[in-house]
């Protein structure tokens, strides 16, 4: 049976607060206006910064196009996002990955998946790090790789992943894709415990049996 993890995701489209100097201002009252319900004002002030070139304003522009909000043209959105995974936004190219995963508004392709998803895992996005290991663990776009797949879950396991902590820690538990080290199964079945995963938390107590 396969983990969650390895199951369908779904693109969430959360808008994001601006992380960077420029133009937080306007970003910052964007982003008021939504959270006030003043969408149509909303879309507007993102789109004047998306069309200006800010990336993280077309990625907010892109989610509320894609929602509808505000009555917006929905067959849009799909341009914007690209737009903002572009020009750097890790979420904006993890949702592009889920995108080609799926086949949301484009033909389904594993190998563009794959890319996006490269893409933001190697700027540090937890997720797209989950994504892109089970991508490898799978073959799924891009050559079963386990050892591709270790280094993948377990960059999304140091950023507090619960399924990715599972995973890599049966990959250690069994010698996929690396070496066998019970130590560091032992470690991440217990990390993805204390999250509340029951499974790792019967690994776990098997694999601390077996060290006394």
Do not use: C
């Amino acid at each position: 049976m396969l983990h969650p993890s390895l199951l369908p995701r779904l693109l969430a489209g959360l808008l994001l607060l601006p992380s960077v100097q420029a133009d937080d201002a306007a970003h910052a009252r964007a982003f008021a206006s939504y959270a006030a319900g003043q969408h149509a004002q909303a879309l507007a002030q993102f789109r004047q910064l998306a069309e200006g070139g800010d990336a993280l304003a077309q990625y907010n522009y892109a989610m509320m196009l894609k929602r509808g909000e505000a009555g917006s043209d929905t067959a849009a959105w799909l341009p914007w996002l690209e737009k903002a995974a572009r020009g750097g936004v890790m979420h904006a190219a993890y949702a592009l990955g889920l995108v080609h995963e799926h086949g949301e508004g484009v033909p389904r392709s594993q190998p563009l998946a794959t890319q996006w998803f490269q893409r933001a895992a190697e700027q540090g996005h937890t997720q797209a790090q989950l994504s892109l290991g089970t991508q490898y663990f799978l073959g799924r776009g891009v050559a079963k790789d386990f050892r591709q797949a270790v280094i993948w879950y377990e960059k999304a396991a140091e950023g507090g992943d619960m399924a990715a902590q599972y995973l890599v820690a049966a990959m250690y538990e069994h010698g996929d894709g690396t070496a066998p080290d019970r130590a560091k199964a032992l470690l991440w079945y217990t990390a993805a415990a204390r999250q509340g995963d029951p499974v790792a938390k019967l690994k776990a107590e098997a694999l601390a049996r077996q060290a006394d």
